[in-house]
T-cell receptor
Framework: GENVEQHPSTLSVQEGDSAVIKCTYS??????FPWYKQELGKGPQLIID?????GEKKDQRIAVTLNKTAKHFSLHITETQPEDSAVYFC???????????FGGGTRVLVKP | GAVVSQHPSWVICKSGTSVKIECRSL??????MFWYRQFPKQSLMLMAT?????????EQGVEKDKFLINHASLTLSTLTVTSAHPEDSSFYIC????????????FGPGTRLTVL
């Protein structure tokens, strides 16, 4: 099955700085890569996703890049704000495509 | 759009009792729903895939007789934790896949289960 690794596990940044989270996946058949944000005590919220036919996607302050050759994708958050503090998860579906395997999560703390 | 609700949001029960958790897609139809369990400071672990009108597919190590899943309609799936024990205490989260996007999963707010 698919194996997704996520780094770093924790990330502390100063407000206004950028944050980058990286994920690698094992199954080259994976073709869809979502990112979720989870606040304490809540369910994960989809913030951005990318499909394998594009290399980059941007939505305001967040962007995701995909390198299919190297089998890794990254989340970029620019101009971080305190409300960006949360746990972020990446995921990939694997060959079957009917379920997601999640990375271990990154706890992001944005310091005012 | 793509709102998923769960009920209850939290529940406390005695050991040995059963608890039912509902997952509803409010503004779309979901032929497939997923149930996850999340322990504190850990990632989401898939328990089972629920398909409308058919039996759920359980992940390895998940007891199907303990975690009963029913997906009776395109907007409702239920998870029943039978004979709950303290080790079943966890955060249970469902997600639903919206057609025609297919692979995008939208998550519910989660249910905190505490077994005394």
């Amino acid at each position: 099955g698919e194996n997704v690794e996520q780094h770093p596990s924790t990330l502390s940044v100063q407000e206004g700085d950028s944050a980058v989270i990286k994920c690698t996946y094992s199954d080259s058949a994976s073709n869809y890569f979502p990112w979720y944000k989870q606040e304490l005590g809540k369910g994960p919220q989809l913030i951005i996703d990318i499909r394998s036919n594009v290399g980059e996607k941007k939505d305001q302050r967040i962007a995701v890049t995909l390198n299919k050759t190297a089998k890794h994708f990254s989340l970029h958050i620019t101009e971080t704000q305190p409300e960006d503090s949360a746990v972020y998860f990446c995921a990939a579906p694997g060959a079957a495509g009917n379920k997601l395997t999640f990375g271990g999560g990154t706890r992001v703390l944005v310091k005012p | 759009g793509a709102v998923v609700s769960q009920h209850p949001s939290w529940v406390i029960c005695k050991s040995g009792t059963s608890v039912k958790i509902e997952c509803r897609s409010l503004d779309f139809q979901a032929t497939t729903m997923f149930w996850y369990r999340q322990f504190p400071k850990q990632s989401l672990m898939l328990m089972a895939t629920s398909n409308e009108g058919s039996k759920a597919t359980y992940e390895q190590g998940v007891e199907k007789d303990k975690f009963l899943i029913n997906h009776a309609s395109l907007t409702l799936s239920t998870l029943t934790v039978t004979s709950a024990h303290p080790e079943d205490s966890s955060f249970y989260i469902c997600s639903a896949r919206r057609l025609p996007e297919g692979d995008t999963q939208y998550f519910g707010p989660g249910t905190r289960l505490t077994v005394l």
